[in-house]
């Protein structure tokens, strides 16, 4: 019988929403059907009726607001026909705003270029506020319950130039306020609030209340949030009295009610109780003079018919923590009354399905634990409520609500892991198609010690998510293990992914991305020197750049372009997260701009210059994304990209929301709102005005083509506005009661204009408003510590109260009580190894409720972040290579580690060697497991009390106001050359306790350019990681860049880049040679003649000699092979530090591979022998045909073979 009475829920449950969108449907086709027919043309027209001025009749009418009233009074005398006519007042009977809209026959003026007070007088005088929306000129701050006679003089401007020929003359007054009931928020009534429950009515002589029980074992079936609702259907009351719970007392209540004026009475509700018993009060509160109060079912056309105020009340004097975490869940038991924790009170955690999951009894310190186990189910299984009973006393906390969101606190870092935690990395970020992946596994416990004989799961994911393939990987020393990945010819371009798993169905325990595509590395690299800090409209600005070749020098006489795309901050101001700018209706078209970017000097160095266009205007926020960029000598350009804050206003305003998605029906929808300046600091603001507007839909029926349309009209609706102040400590808070529906909350500040509005929306499936506890000062006194050392934490605070210490990341680990004075204490906190990089220190200062402090807080919450010196466990990596080789020569890099784990029996180390001009382009950073394992973690332990809902009283304060990319096979062979050598795992020998060493051979190939090198290194239990630039180039730096591929019969050039860096001045003999499949098109000699012709061009010593080249020649016929036909032969006279740079024809033949040789010879080096180098460069010619990918999929059973024709 009891289970039978449990199976429905309180309040809008699913079956009434369904009842109600059904029966709303059926209303809808109703009014269809009689709109069709009351629109069909009656034979003979009925007389027009019509309450607007004679004047108006000639205009169309401008139709009137859902809910609003119209009313209009003619003027005094017939104007002029082309000049601007009143038409009608509107007023909206529903709204809490007192304001009043009239309505012209054209649109006005908007923003200050007409002030439209001085053509409006009112006796009684007021003064009142004015905004123009469109044809409506609108006046907010007249009082209900006046009468008032309205004059609008004559020659009051429309935005066309018409104006009103003479005065208008009419009474307006807005009448009486709509009667109006209101309970407070909360439900937690404490013991000792004997003041009485605060409920708030307008225009309202005496209250019908009825209070209803629900029993505690019933509570668990409850919807969520379900204690949250401010308003109920009367007939879902009376449900409940059958259903769920019983009448416990119902009763009237007599108000002095003073017109127009809101007043907060109490209801001696401990009387109404009486004896309490365990479980939950719903008190229910109606106009005794409102018939709709007792409202039927019938009334589901009409949101607010029928709605009665309501609030969810237990009396008690417990205060419950729980701390859920990856350990369970840790439950603390406070006195709301002196917040003393409570000993010996009994916990009961109940499932969804109402079964009894576990109990415990806290202890001295007021602490419970519940094992994760119990956590962990699902279903009817799931833990979601957790009831407390002590001696006659009782309270529950709902563990479905969402945990503190503590983002405003520093909690940010990478998320909790589990047992096994893996770091993955690759030698590089980006790949071709048919190369291989360099893979390195590290897998760590929860306090980043090695995990020997582990086993992982990888899988090889495509861009598109699918697995390619799948990989074992056991550890091959202290948890570590190397792999080569070898990528498809047919390699999707795109994003690609490595997940780590030791269960393959499970969710991976770590993972490596990298794109696949067909790059060419850079051969420069770009340094912007400084940037402005902030801009502003109108601003000019400089930025210097530095540019160099990766071989080594300066990238001198190069010339460069710039510009700068204007668009919406998405994070202007970071440390206020969850905060929005701006009108969200506003959409800012960005504008780009070009910017001069002069030649480069001698040292590589130029600047970029521009301006911020002076007519932008925007309530958001603005950026400049700045993109900059220097062409090497084949013409392709190197960029860097900076991003610098663009400020309209002086101001800007912030809006948070309180609530995750929609807001609950019948809830207060809730919004932070602070001001900041342009450097992001909260300031003062005072007269910030602020309105909550509805947007209501209509169906406006019309006849086209002898067939009946409608479409849908949208009209705002405003449902309170105001203003308030804001201060710099604390946000203020925006509140708005709010039914079903599409709504804005909007903020402005008529001194500087700013300005932000955010869209919500209420619903039956919205969230209930979640609520951030307080800010409590706490600081550590030091940045890091070692195992075994003790922290000092200063809690700062106004009042004396009784704290919560909890140390904890993904679990907790200490719990304690500090009894803490006025102005704050000092406390010790040991610091233990078995934190891994660190634990959070979490302290929640309780106030006790017979302090009467006003606004004092009842509960605040500090955080901060005790890390672990990670230098403890960092192993120091040490590559002693030369900076400087020259190519094609095999050297030995020693990499020494010391810090090595005492007693540690083995240390390992990869080394890798990659391109530079590869690594900038994705930018990528030298693996760090130190970073990754010991840096400071997200706190994984979510939080959740109900010491924000507790019932205030009188005296407490109120509210404040306010896909996949293109696959298909890559090229055989290209161009540029990929040079990234790994050395796979390498053991390294011990010397010492601490210290070990490895002699890493590499074979650096034919190159010119910057390698960077680098080293991680691992034991059990530290880990590290180093790193050097090593620059490869001969003295005299002879480069060919050619194109990645042709077509055959094309014709291309290829550029020729000799640059002397450190080669001895002198004449130098250069001979360029084509083969296979492609060829020199005919002998020419170079544009210039003298010294820069053939056999003969001289270079200069402050940088370039860039020669022009003569257009191509006719081709040869397709498919006629030459064999080493040369392309060039001369003789080049270099001075010192010269560069030469020019081109040369190149033809395709038929399909095939090509090659183009270079040898180079010149006088005597610094080493005594003459310099002599000879470079190859192949080149694919394929057919110019799209890629064609053809996918399949068939079932295969097991054994079964599947031809692909």
Known sequence: MFMANTQRTTGLTWIDNMRNMILAAIAALVLATLAYFAFQPASTPPAATSTASSAAQSSPPIAPRSGELTASTPPTTKPASDALRFQRLLIDPNSEANEVCLIFSAPLQSGERVRYADYVRLEPAVKVDVRIEEARLCLSGLSFGVEYQLELLAGLPAKDGLKLGDSVQLPISLGDRKPSVRLGAGFVLPMDNDEGLPVTTMNVDKLNLKLFRVGDRLLARMREDFVDERTMYSYDAERMAEDEGRLVWSGSMALNAQRNNAQTSLIPIKEAIGKREPGAYLLVAGDAADETAIASEDDYYDEERGRMAAQWIVQSDLGLTSLRGADGLSVVARSLRDATAQAGVRLTLIARNNDILGEASTDANGVARFPAGLLQGTGGMAAVMLMAYARDDFNFLDLRRAAFDLSDRG???????????AFLYTERGIYRPGETVHLTALARDAVAKSINNSTLILK????????????TLKAQGEGGAALDVPLPLTAARGGWEITAHTDPEAAPV???????????????????????????????????????????????SLGGEGDLILETDPAPFPMHKGFRWGNEDEVFQGERVSLEVGETDAAGKTTVTGSVPSTIQSSHPLRADIALAVREPGGRATGEHVFVPVRVQPLALGLRPVFEGAAKQGADAGFELIAVDNNGTRVAQRGLEYRFIKDESTWQWHRRNNQWRYERVVRERELASGTLDVIADKPALLKQQVSWGSYRVMVRDPVSGANSALRFYGGWYGEATAERPDRLPIAADKAGYAPGETARLRIDSEFAGQALIVMANERVHEVRNVAVPAGGVDVEIPVRAEWGAGAYALVTLYRPMRDKLGHAPVRAVGVAWLGLNPLERTLKVAIDAPSKIAPRQKIDVPVTISGMTAGSKAAYVTLAAVDQGILQLTRFKTPAPQAHYLSKRQLGVGMRDDYGRLIRGLNAGGDDQGGDADGGKGLDVVPTRTVALFSGLVKLDKQGDAQGKAIIPLDVPDFQGELRLMAVAFDAEKMGSGDMRMTVRDPLVAELILPRFLAPSDEGRLTVLLHNVEGAAGAYTLKISASGTVSAVAPLPLDGGGAGGEGGATGSNLGTNQLRSPPLPNPLPPGEREQNTVLTERSIQLAAGAREVFTLPLRALDAGIGQVVMNLSGPAQA???PFQVTRDWPIQVRPPQAVQSLDSTELLAAGQAVTLD
């Open 460 to 471: 090889l994911l495509r861009p598109n998510g699918q697995e390619a393939r799948r990989y």
């Open 1167 to 1169: 080493d005594g022998k």
């Open 411 to 421: 909690v940010e870092g990478r998320a909790p892991s589990g047992p096994v935690d």
């Open 510 to 556: 770590g993972r490596v991305s990298f794109e696949v595509q067909d790059f060419v590395p850079q051969r420069l690299a770009l340094t912007i020197l400084d940037k402005p800090k902030v801009l502003a409209a109108g601003d000019a600005f400089s930025i210097p750049i530095e540019a160099r070749f990766l071989y080594g020098a300066p990238a001198a």
